[in-house]
């Protein structure tokens, strides 16, 4: 069974700095996706980025990127120019590939919080 | 939000009630999915569904039932609602037009179980 760990259940960062969250992941699955979610205090899920794993280059939206190093099988999450809107619990998820009906597995979270 | 909605919101009920909730979605995705939120756990799958009156067990699926009479509504029903259920439900979609098989999340219910 696919699992996925994250090892720092809190971090901190100070308003304007970079933070990196760590997520890793057990599969024998060749072809699968991860995401990294966001979880404010609204309860919202929010899926903040996402990772196919056939994808060499690593993926990116605005101030978020990741680290894939599948070989490693780890997918960080990289936050640039932390906002005080990003604290937040991010949840690392991993998918496989076939099977329509494939659910997400999750991390158990790490809490961000930042520092004005 | 994909246009999902979870009903009720919040609910507060009694050891060996029964419960219901309710998923309900406009968009005709074909994926239907119920997670249960807990600290220290994350998500982890209670059930889902793959079409109108096609469902399958997730990971936590004891002391749940689920239905799918139509394609709009997913609901999840606790026969004899416990302690140990207490929780926050999510209930998710995932269509496969959706180039990146992501999966949309409805807002939560919270449930208390006295």
């Known amino acids: 069974a696919q699992t996925v760990t994250q090892s720092q259940p809190e971090m901190s960062v100070q308003e304007a700095e970079t933070v990196t969250l760590s997520c890793t992941y057990d599969?024998?699955?060749?072809?699968?996706?991860l995401f990294w979610y966001k979880q404010p205090p609204s309860r919202q899920m929010i899926l903040v980025i996402r990772?196919?794993?056939?994808?060499?280059q690593n993926a990116t939206e605005n101030r978020f990127s990741v680290n894939f190093q599948k070989a490693a099988k780890s997918f960080s999450l990289k936050i640039s120019d932390s906002q005080l809107g990003d604290a937040a619990m991010y949840f690392c998820a991993y998918r496989r590939a076939q099977g329509g009906s494939e659910k997400l597995v999750f991390g158990k979270g790490t809490k961000l919080t930042v520092n004005p | 939000d994909a246009g999902i909605t979870q009903s009720p919101r919040h609910k507060v009920t009694e050891t060996g009630t029964p419960v219901t909730l309710r998923c309900h979605q406009t968009?005709?995705?074909?994926?239907m999915y119920w997670y249960r939120q807990d600290p220290g756990h994350g998500l982890r799958l209670i059930h889902y569904?793959?079409?109108?009156?096609?469902?399958d067990k997730g990971e936590v699926s004891d002391g749940y039932s689920v239905s799918r009479s139509k394609t709009e509504d997913f609901l999840l029903t606790l026969e004899s609602a416990t302690s140990s259920q207490t929780s926050v439900y999510f209930c998710a979609i995932r269509s496969p037009g959706l180039a990146s098989n992501e999966q949309f999340f409805g807002p939560g219910t919270r449930l208390t179980v006295l």
């Open positions: 990772q196919e794993a056939y994808k060499q």
């Open positions: 599969t024998s699955e060749s072809d699968y996706y």
């Open positions: 968009e005709n995705h074909r994926y």
């Open positions: 569904s793959y079409g109108v009156k096609d469902t």
